[in-house]
């Protein structure tokens, strides 16, 4: 008889479930006055805020959530740095980094969408190791040779976010950072990277362009669809990643009837956190995504459009090995009896969001090079249905084009 017969853990879920250093979510309250709250707990005294342009814009014209902070916080507020442009590239982060050491912060708020909370954790690695250009975090990103740990001090430096999208950085340990040099998204990765207190203020993503609100919206949706999918998903996720569906299903239209009403914007962000939990837990995502990195690293389509344009199509691919799992996500978005990729395909177009690659610009004479770039992605090769060739990459392309 083989091993395996006498194996008393032959078909058990195998895996590992991460608990990441956030200690606490606040929803439903201003965000000047969680932040305030939270930084007196946590003995700050010079809090400093790190966002991008837009935001920096509308705080300039006293209005929107980095205003709302900073003049709560009165004296504690050390200063904002509004330099993060999307997708993070690292000379954003090394500059935010140097804002606040010039500053002598002790805590950093990150307020924005995923390009200014990312850019944020990672402006914490800058300070705990006093990186001060670009291709001194090089050692430090995921994938580097051997690399080199990442060991913060004693009492190091933490934040604290404030969401205004719904794409849900604020509750995970790693941030996706851009390399100007080679277009390609990277990961850096520590467990105190995630912030420390996640503040849901609905009212704080009011001033969110309504496409942006809805792409990240999509963003959420492919966190709960890939990690539901994923070979890696166990008991102690798939309920997070169904509830974060269902949530985010049902908050979206209403969003749409009652532009202003605060309910269902709260309940659009208690998805998108259900929705990210299994991510945050460890469980990988699929082609969906890695492709997307390449997307919007490599050809500048913003991250929430990415998931708009790939996941109806890495669905239908998919199906053709997981199409039994799929079914728990189409009774999640209430019609069981349709395919998912149909339902996540008229939920974007229900929204006013792109639905193919030539909606966002891509040109067919693009699309080997990004079924290339896509390659070097690890959760494209994590996809519940195998991929191991650019070509298989090609046939997702085809389907979203």
């Not at 010079?46 to 814009?57: E, P, Y």
């Not at 039994?324 to 929204?351: F, K, N, Y």
């Amino acid at each position: 008889m083989s091993d395996t017969a006498h194996d008393p853990y032959a078909g058990l879920s195998v895996g590992t479930f991460h608990q990441t250093a956030q200690e606490r979510i606040v929803h439903g309250q201003p965000a000047g006055k969680a932040v305030l709250a939270e930084a007196r707990r946590l003995g700050a005294q010079r809090v400093f805020i790190v966002t991008g342009r837009s935001l920096g814009q509308l705080a300039a014209a006293g209005q929107g959530p980095v205003h709302d902070v900073a003049s709560a916080l009165g004296p504690h507020h050390a200063g904002t740095f509004t330099g993060i442009s999307a997708h993070s590239p690292r000379e954003d982060v090394i500059a935010a980094a140097d804002a606040a050491r010039a500053a002598g912060a002790d805590l950093l708020v990150g307020i924005g969408g995923g390009s200014a909370i990312d850019a944020t954790k990672a402006a914490l690695l800058c300070l705990w190791l006093d990186l001060r250009s670009p291709l001194a975090m090089e050692p430090y990103r995921a994938g580097a040779g051997q690399g080199s740990p990442i060991q913060p001090a004693a009492g190091a430096i933490r934040m604290l976010s404030v969401s205004t999208t719904l794409s849900a950085p604020e509750f995970t340990a790693m941030a996706g950072i851009t390399d100007s040099a080679s277009h390609a998204k990277q990961t850096f990765t520590h467990r105190l990277m995630a912030p420390q207190v996640a503040i849901l203020d609905p009212t704080a993503t009011l001033h969110t362009p309504e496409w942006l609100l809805y792409s990240t919206a999509i963003r959420s949706v492919d966190h709960a669809v890939e990690t539901w999918c994923s070979p890696l998903a166990s008991p102690a996720t798939e309920a997070q990643s169904l509830q974060g569906l269902r949530l985010l299903t049902q908050a979206l239209p209403a969003i749409q009837r009652q532009p202003q009403a605060l309910a269902p914007r709260l309940q659009a962000q208690f998805g998108m956190w259900q929705a990210i939990s299994a991510l945050a837990a460890g469980v990988q995502t699929g082609a969906s995504h890695g492709i997307g990195y390449a997307l919007g690293a490599g050809f500048g389509v913003p991250h929430g459009h990415t998931s708009c344009v790939l996941l109806p199509a890495v669905l239908r691919w998919n199906a053709a090995s997981n199409g039994a799992r799929q079914q728990a996500l189409s009774e999640a978005m209430g019609q069981p009896q349709r395919p998912a990729h149909e339902l996540v395909a008229e939920l974007i177009a229900q929204l006013g969001q792109p639905g193919s690659l030539r909606a966002v610009g891509i040109r067919a004479d693009q699309l080997d090079e990004l079924a290339r770039r896509a390659m070097a992605f690890a959760p494209v090769l994590a996809n519940p249905r195998p991929i191991s060739s650019a070509d298989q990459v090609a046939e997702i392309l085809a389907l979203a084009w």
